[in-house]
């Protein structure tokens, strides 16, 4: 097969960067005087920039309705403090942007530096870069670097080397930088010119995500040759994905990328691996605020829908789409990370997403990870995607959890130490171990490795035990045995990057306070303050599944039993992660306790937690706790969003401030 390119490919072997340079900076009114035309007098000190920049700052999720240049107009509008403004960017003149640490965590929305490109920026500097932005970055020539010295360089008039640019990189992403973009990269390829490296690493004792990669490294692409003896960290290669999947709030920007590159009649290999969804934008009329309706955004996000329903059946791809209940659409059939693990994935697979929170599925001892717009239009035709070996951090884990304790706590307690709020664990695999483990449901595993992304991980993997073999059987009616063999197992002596050790007794309830899922703190430290709440959410990938519907009915019965009702002022909303998360909660009589309880019940959809559905917040001053995974400033709306856990969310709307379920 060849490609049908339409882009040059010459190798760059040196860059000449113009523009002013943005200094991102916690000041606003310094911010304000850059974005007014006037370049400061002297540099910022890196403790005055802006850490943990998120994509939903850089390009918010109403943003995301368009998939094309229009996205420049409307680069950084979301970043805290309101400063930025449309086309401010586009049309300050800027080359350069400067950040401090963690610039892009979050979403994996390729829109986010599409949106700095489009804007004319050609470098993006930070003290530290999240792994799926800068990838992001890689795929469509938009230079990264963490060398604060170069500036002075570029202000001076430089033409820099290449190699500033891809020093420490894998000998791929060092490639694909020095073509310009991965698009340009596969061009160089397939016509001869470039060879992604042998992979020659003798056989070693490997982690369980390196074992993985191993099976499916790509040896012989048109041979159809996978498979290696062994990989080690930081050997660069394509693998062969097992499962691809994309929901509307990416696919037509993907395909938009796959047309442009291969010719508007080129087919996606192997459709039968390949999934789309309508999962995120299912109930965005309810909220979408009357400035935006007339912005015509609503218009322009039912175009997401359409479009990718009209490539699903071009490609004949499978589409879990809305679901009608009464002749009346409720809803989405489920989120998608929540169906993967019901229906697709398997022990030993690579599963790639446009999500950030593909990482998910994770809890069936598969290697599932986020990949870009770019990323999945080049997968869509090869089955291949590009990675270096990431470094594996073990945590072996122990004990069993207090009674009002989740696993949501323990990763809100991981998420807060050091090692994670420092940027030290950005691209690591996050490998949960141990009989702690053992012990706890597949549910409460998937809250784990869905929020590994939280830390700036790659992903999380836990390996696959009779636990996930008994579900697979019951939920799809697999064959025991064959689940068993496709069972992974990490080496006796495999070497990890960092080892920690966690008792899951020490762990007490937490909460992550507003902006930032690494914020957080024992909720016990609210006690003396409590924080009045508006809005309690019970939802998402993450808060969605089966043992949180659990949890929200366990102390919403004993409320019920007490004759409690929800705070006054206060909305509880409990959202299923999936159509059969809802029957599970229907069967169990959740339902009718639930609306009892004067509950808002929202059919499955990401909803709330991308701002777009009932649970959002309309006002700065407004509260929420929720059992989402992130909240980046803006991410559920304007106001203050504070994580807990089911059963802490669930209590708070009884006491109308954040509690412990002890306080039911």
Known sequence: ???????????????????????????????????????????????????????????????????????????????????????????????VIVSGRSKGCGSSRETAPYSERESGVQLVVARSIEKIYRQNCQNIGLLTSTDFGIIDRIERGEELPIEEFTRGLDRISADVVEYGGLFNYNKARLA????????????????????????????????????????????SLFVRSSVRFSHEYVTPMAESLFAAALGKDAKVSHPESVFA????????????????????????????????????????????????????????????????????????????????????????????????????????????VRLAVPETVRFVVTGELRSG????????????????????????????????????????????????????????????????????VTQRGLDADAVRARIVKADEGASYAHSFDVDLSSIEAMVATPGDPRNGVPLRHLADTPIKIDIAYGGSCTGGKKTDMDMYASVLQRAHDQGKKLAAGVHLYIQFGSQDIRRYAEERGYIALFEAMGVELVDPSCGACIK???????????????????????????????????LVVAASAIAGTIVSPDAV
């Open 405 to 472: 304790v989740t696993a949501k706590d323990v990763m809100l307690f991981l998420l807060a130490q050091p090692f994670w709020r420092s940027g030290d664990g950005i691209g690591k695999v996050l490998e949960f171990t141990g009989p702690g483990i053992a012990a706890l449901p597949l549910d409460e595993r998937s809250t784990l490795t869905n929020m590994a992304v939280e830390a700036g991980g790659f992903t999380g993997i836990i390996e696959a035990d009779e636990v996930v073999v008994q579900y697979l």
């Open 192 to 235: 001869g010119e470039v060879t992604p490296p042998a992979i020659e690493t003798p056989a070693r004792p490997m982690t369980l995500c390196e074992k993985i990669i191993a099976k499916h490294a790509i040896v012989d692409a048109k041979a159809g040759l996978v498979g290696v003896p062994a990989v080690r960290p930081g050997d």
């Open 1 to 95: 097969m060849d490609y049908a390119f339409r882009m040059p490919f010459l190798r760059r072997k040196s860059v000449k960067i113009q523009g002013r340079t943005l200094w991102l900076t916690q000041d606003l009114e310094t911010l304000a005087t850059q974005l007014r035309g006037n370049d400061l007098p002297s540099r910022p000190e890196p403790d005055a920039l802006i850490d943990n920049i998120s994509t939903d700052e850089l390009t918010p999720g109403w943003v995301c309705y368009y998939f094309d240049e229009t996205l420049a107009r409307y680069c950084l509008v979301g970043l805290r403090g309101g400063k930025v403004e449309r086309d401010a960017i586009k049309n300050g003149g800027f080359g």
């Open 277 to 384: 969804f309508r999962d995120h934008l299912t109930f965005l009329d309810l909220v979408m605020p009357k400035k935006h309706v007339e912005m015509g955004l609503k218009e322009q996000a039912a175009k997401l829908e359409t479009v990718q329903a009209a490539f699903a059946k071009k490609q004949s791809i499978k589409l879990y789409g809305e679901v009608k209940r009464d002749g009346k659409t409720v809803g989405s059939e489920a989120i998608c990370h929540n169906k993967v693990i019901e229906e697709l994935a398997l022990p030993g697979d690579i599963v790639t997403g446009t999500d950030s929170h593909t990482c998910m599925a994770g809890s069936l001892g598969c290697f599932a990870f986020g990949v870009g717009s770019t990323d999945m239009a080049n997968a869509w035709y090869t089955r291949d």
């Open 612 to 646: 777009a559905g009932p649970g959002v917040s309309f006002t700065e001053s407004e509260v929420t706790v929720s059992a989402i995974n992130r909240n980046f400033p803006g991410r559920s709306g304007p106001g203050q969003v504070y994580l807990a856990s089911p």
